[in-house]
T-cell receptor, first 114, second 118 residues
């Protein structure tokens, strides 16, 4: 069964550094998402992406964040200058269409900012 | 804004027994979907069960069933005949039933960690 994959599984970075989290959505899916979960807190929506542009973003998704689909398979989340509070689990998800019942999630990337 | 609350951070159940995980939500919308996702350790979140708000009948998927109380904004998950493979983090989630390109993000609870005791 097709799966969403994410790399790396764990990323450790120093405050102020740039990180890129990578995701490979399911191949025939058109809508892509990033969520994050700070330890002990809720999984929160960051951004949705369709047709090579952002469809919607939350207030968390400020100028430090950007997303890109650099080729036909990868979907990336870049954090330009990481802060301690960016430490979280980041989940990528994809769906066939905007209002598909299900979003398929990847296993997550744990980002630790020191 | 929609909120989802899971008040049980941890639950445990004996193998073969039944356990119920609680979820409440808050919304002003009348049409929406509710989900339970399961996340085994270091694995993907996978969909367990889905409920459309317009349906009165509670959804059932094999050993998994829900008790959907729309007026009370409650959506609990019942796992019958619990198995060791059911051990995981369970997330309750809400999504609007819109048909546009926006407003389709999920709203999640904090999760309930389920332990199955052999």
């Amino acid at each position: 069964e097709p799966e969403v994959t994410q790399t790396p599984s764990h990323q450790v970075t120093q405050m102020g550094q740039e990180v890129i989290l990578r995701c490979v959505p399911i191949s025939n899916h058109l809508y892509f998402y990033w969520y994050r979960q700070i330890l002990g807190q809720k999984v929160e929506f960051l951004v949705s992406f369709y047709n090579n542009e952002i469809s919607e973003k939350s207030e968390i998704f400020d100028d430090q964040f950007s997303v890109e689909r650099p080729d036909g398979s990868n979907f990336t989340l870049k954090i330009r200058s990481t802060k301690l509070e960016d430490s979280a689990m980041y989940f990528c998800a994809s769906s066939e269409w905007a209002f598909a019942y299900e979003q398929y999630f990847g296993p997550g990337t744990r980002l630790t900012v020191t | 804004a929609q909120t989802v609350t899971q008040s049980q951070p941890e639950m445990s159940v004996q193998e073969a027994e039944t356990v119920t995980l609680s979820c409440t939500y808050d919304t002003s919308e009348s049409d929406y979907y509710l989900f339970w996702y399961k996340q085994p350790p270091s694995r993907q979140m996978i969909l367990v069960i889905r409920q459309e708000a317009y349906k009165q009948q509670n959804a059932t998927e094999n050993r998994f069933s829900v008790n959907f109380q729309k007026a009370a904004k409650s959506f609990s998950l019942k796992i019958s005949d619990s198995q060791l493979g059911d051990a995981a983090m369970y997330f309750c989630a809400y999504r609007s039933a819109g048909t546009s390109n926006t407003g389709n993000q999920f709203y999640f609870g904090t999760g309930t960690s389920l332990t199955v005791i052999p």
